[in-house]
Antibody, heavy 115, light 110 residues
Framework: QVQLQESGPGLVKPSETLSLTCTVSGGSISNYYWTWIRQPPGKGLEWIGF???????SYNPSLKSRVTISVDTSKNQFSLKLNSVTAADTAVYYC?????????WGQGTLVAVSS | QSVLTQPPSASGTPGQRAIISCSGSSSNIGSNTVNWYQQLPGTAPKLLIY???QRPSGVPDRFSGSKSGTSASLAISGLQSEDEADYYCAAWDDSLNGPVFGGGTKLTVL
């Protein structure tokens, strides 16, 4: 059974960079798309972007200037970097497998932006 | 402001049928398939319906989806208390080159 686990700091200061890693177990990262989704407290889901295992990416235009998603196939991991964060970036961040129909999800990790 | 439009809430009594609507545009629902996700409190979303009306293994046939034009619907028959959750529609958007979501509908089983 494929499992995903997000990891990274739960608190980031304004203007700094949010960095998260998603570790995939129970299956290979190869041959799939891998997605980051976020959900502000009490709000809906927002697509951040996805990466193919080969490294090609697609980002939400509203975040594109601040987002980088990368993949490390040797570690079966992919990562998210979001720079110049503000309080509006406070959210639960999820990683998931796929680009559209997202079957496997991580449990999510809450990242708060605060000084 | 979500790209896809859902009612914020829906309700029904046990055993009844509930329907949740999702409205989009020609760049998303109008030209691509629709997925539905169920999010129980404090948990990650779970894929409930994909490709408009297909259920992943393990999803009861009480859940069904349909699509017509730029709108889609999720129907839940034989409502149970454990169906209380937030439900999100989603579809690929050709303009965004990525998936878009509805704002979510909170289903209450009275």
């Amino acid at each position: 059974q494929v499992q995903l686990q997000e990891s990274g700091p739960g608190l980031v200061k304004p203007s700094e960079t949010l960095s998260l890693t998603c570790t995939v177990s129970g299956g290979s990262i190869s041959n799939y798309y891998w997605t980051w989704i976020r959900q502000p407290p009490g709000k809906g889901l927002e697509w951040i972007g996805f990466i193919y295992y080969s490294g090609s990416t697609s980002y939400n235009p509203s975040l594109k200037s601040r987002v980088t998603i990368s993949v490390d196939t040797s570690k079966n991991q992919f990562s998210l970097k979001l720079n110049s964060v503000t309080a509006a970036d406070t959210a639960v961040y999820y990683c998931a497998r796929g680009s559209s129909s997202l079957v496997y999800w991580g449990q999510g990790t809450l990242v708060a932006v605060s000084s | 402001q979500s790209v896809l439009t859902q009612p914020p809430s829906a309700s029904g009594t046990p055993g009844q049928r509930a329907i949740i609507s999702c409205s989009g545009s020609s760049s998303n629902i109008g030209s691509n398939t629709v997925n539905w996700y169920q999010q129980l409190p404090g948990t990650a979303p779970k894929l409930l319906i994909y490709s408009n009306n297909q259920r992943p293994s393990g999803v009861p046939d009480r859940f069904s989806g349909s699509k017509s034009g730029t709108s889609a619907s999720l129907a839940i028959s034989g409502l149970q208390s454990e169906d209380e959750a937030d439900y999100y529609c989603a579809a690929w958007d050709d303009s965004l080159n990525g998936p878009v979501f509805g704002g979510g509908t909170k289903l209450t089983v009275l």
